[in-house]
């Protein structure tokens, strides 16, 4: 069974997602939407995203939050010109106010699969978290479009994802780019108890 959240619920009542009750509903005005690469000022934002996504469960393997110093040493490896981050910027308008915001809503990475291999330097990995509150509105899918036609140009020839069996939602997003299954790691991941594998879906660019 698939909630509207896209995980499976396999095991019992999937935790709610959307927006938080404390939070003010945003308007996203796509059109103010700026995708840029992220420089160290994003990574506060960068963590916290990710870190959502751990709580979240089954949408990364880390099961502790992270730090931004954790980090920095990641994104130290994610050089612009070679595996860039890219950051989704929007400018938000408040339901009944005229005040504009400025906030990271979501960020793609590309990184790189065995690290000093030169055989495999025309492959990165592609991973992408969308702030919990601003998803099923497009962000997701203009980051990855984006990222799809910012890496030919850094050389890349194949783009793979690695992503929990469960989750539904980049399964989705991934098939409508044109990935597709290239691996199954069977019952590998262990959260707490409740043990699902690992999908790899692969692109030729
Ligand atoms: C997967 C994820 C990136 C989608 O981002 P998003 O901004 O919400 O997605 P979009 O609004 O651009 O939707 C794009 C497509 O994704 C799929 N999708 C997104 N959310 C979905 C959901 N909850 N259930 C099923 N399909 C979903 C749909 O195919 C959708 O297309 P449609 O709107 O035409 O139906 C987002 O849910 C997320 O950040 N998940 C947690 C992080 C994660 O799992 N990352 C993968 C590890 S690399």
Redesign the pocket.
């Known amino acids: 069974m698939?909630d509207?959240?896209?995980v499976l619920s396999r095991f019992g009542k999937p935790k709610p997602k959307g927006l938080d009750s404390s939070t003010p509903i945003l308007k996203i005005r796509h059109f103010l939407m700026n995708i840029k690469i992220a420089t160290i000022s994003d990574l506060k934002s960068i963590t916290e995203i990710y870190n959502q996504?751990i709580d979240?469960e089954f949408?990364?393997a880390d099961l502790d939050h992270i730090t931004v110093s954790d980090r920095e040493k990641w994104f130290k490896q994610h050089s612009p010109h070679k595996y860039p981050i890219f950051v989704a910027e929007n400018k938000f308008v408040a339901e009944n106010k005229a005040e504009n915001k400025n906030v990271i809503t979501?960020w793609c990475s590309l990184s790189s699969h065995r690290p000093g291999r030169k055989a495999l330097e025309s492959v990165a990995e592609?991973?992408?978290?969308?702030h919990k509150n601003?998803?099923?509105?497009?962000?997701?899918?203009?980051l990855i479009e984006y990222t799809l036609r910012e890496a030919p140009k850094l050389g890349f020839k194949n783009l793979f994802?690695?992503?929990i069996d469960l989750?539904?939602?980049?399964i989705?997003?991934l098939k409508?780019y044109g990935f597709t299954q290239w691996g199954h790691l069977p019952e590998i991941a262990d959260f707490n108890g409740k043990i699902c594998g690992q999908f790899i879906y692969g692109k030729k660019l």
């Not at 592609?126 to 969308?130: A, G, K, P, R, W």
């Open positions: 698939v509207d959240a896209g996504a979240e949408y990364t979501g592609i991973s992408f978290y969308i601003f998803r099923r509105q497009g962000v997701g899918k203009q994802a690695l992503l989750n539904n939602a980049s989705n997003i409508k």
